[in-house]
């Protein structure tokens, strides 16, 4: 074998060897999921009907506290209160962001929508509350032309929404 033809193999192993560790790398790693983390604030028990509109573009979040009191919502800063209905819009109040969060308060059986330009795919619900929590939701795909209805009860703690 010739020293140029000994020079090349020379080059070429350690190509193919990177080549084969990086396609090796890529096979294993998990799809990350993004989620969000929403707090809900009551003192009573409750039902918060939810319903999630998606596209590839953009979320449409829609709260009804359906109650008798008033609740504290906590979502992430970066979504824009939208439509406020069967109450005052005044009635509708945020708190200062904090922590990358807003606590908005919505009056009994307020109606409120809200959007986000960052994609998720998982809902953290949190009740610091301690008492029970049913969420009713309405996952609504556009691009799928599909809608799922689930129901979820928090008692302490947290739930994860898929």
Known sequence: MSPLSK???G???PFVLIVFFVMSTQKGIPDVIPSLDIGV???Q???LEMTVTKNDLLRMIDMKNDTLESIAISVPAGWKRGEVRNV???AVVADEPSFGYVRWTLPPHADVSFTSRQPF???NMHNPSGVPLKIR???VDLLKNTGEHQVYLVQEGSVKIP
């Open 11 to 13: 080059a070429f192993i």
């Open 121 to 123: 795919t998982q809902l």
């Open 7 to 9: 020079t090349l193999i």
């Open 45 to 47: 028990p409750m039902t």
């Open 41 to 43: 604030e009551h003192t």
């Open 137 to 139: 939701l309405t996952l």
């Open 88 to 90: 005052p819009l005044k």
